[in-house]
């Protein structure tokens, strides 16, 4: 599980990632609006899971708290292909080596060994960009 920091649903941005249901989800949509004389303003939150691309709608008021991840970016290179969408992959600043996974479609096939990468930790190590030396 990453680092958790906790702030008001009204901060939140289109962009911004949200930890919900022990998952990162990205926000996609972001729309607020006030209920009524007596009533707090509420936001209509369209949210993507990370991991496994649902999505899926929230509305919370907007002053109520809501969990956002630390997303950790680390530098890597990869040292050996485990599957399809797994591979073994070299920190480049501590040069401790862990398993990432590619979830992005595009990206299966096109990494290699000894290619430069940009990995998210979010609980789970994702590789979300390869790059060309």
Do not use: C
Not at 26 to 41: I, P, Q, Y
């Amino acid at each position: 599980m990453p680092e958790i920091q906790v702030k008001k649903v009204v901060d939140l941005k289109k962009g911004s990632y949200v930890w919900y249901n022990n998952e990162a989800w990205e926000v996609l949509e972001m729309e607020t609006a006030k209920t009524g004389k007596h009533g707090s303003a509420k936001a209509r939150i369209v949210i993507r899971s990370i991991i496994s691309g649902k999505t899926t709608e929230l509305v919370k008021p907007t002053q109520d708290p809501i969990e956002v991840p630390i997303i950790n970016k680390i530098r890597g290179q990869v040292i050996a292909k485990v599957s399809d969408i797994q591979y073994t992959v070299m920190n480049l600043d501590t040069y401790e080596t862990f398993d990432a996974k590619i979830l992005d479609d595009d990206m299966k096939g096109r990494i290699q060994e000894g290619q430069k990468v940009l990995v998210w930790d979010i609980g789970e190590k994702i590789i979300v960009q390869g790059f060309k030396e």
